[in-house]
């Protein structure tokens, strides 16, 4: 007898690519997006107690990335946004959906607000012989909204 007899009878639950997808603020499938992760990075403050040999950390921030790989198919609203950003110098704002879809038809649903490029962004990134993508990359600043709850 396994120690562990859940692991592989959930397996039936394991979710892959084809069943997640990337909306936009209004609800419009990016469907030349094949790739989407979203990452909060905590930073915390460490501090020492007198009289504690102990080291703490405490709470101080978090932040949330975006990065995205796009197959570039079509000339996509994104694109033409960031394009007219670099001309009037204003920085555009985007708003995504990350949703995972369950084999029972619940759904996870996470909306991202307020989410500003940020770092390096291909505007033409051509290999030979390969499909072509651009890589973005968004800093979230709006706090991340669970909508809906995946469920087994």
Known sequence: MAINERAS?????????????????????????????????YNNVKYKPMGDP?????????????????????DIDMFRELMASMKSGTTPQ???QGV?????????RVVYRECIPS???DLQNVANGDVIKRNW????????????????
């Open 100 to 108: 995972l879809q369950g084999l029972n038809g619940s759904e996870e």
């Open 54 to 74: 102990q080291e703490h950390e405490t709470s101080d921030s978090y932040g949330i990335t975006i990065t995205v790989t796009e197959i570039v198919i079509e």
């Open 9 to 41: 009878a959930d397996a039936r639950h394991a979710r892959t690519g084809k069943d997640a997808g990337l909306y936009n603020g209004t609800g419009d499938l990016l469907a030349s997006m094949e790739s989407f992760q979203a990452k909060a990075t």
């Open 137 to 152: 990359n968004f800093f979230v600043n709006g706090k991340p909204d669970l909508q809906k709850e995946l469920t087994i």
């Open 94 to 96: 985007f708003v995504f």
């Open 119 to 121: 770092g390096d962004i």
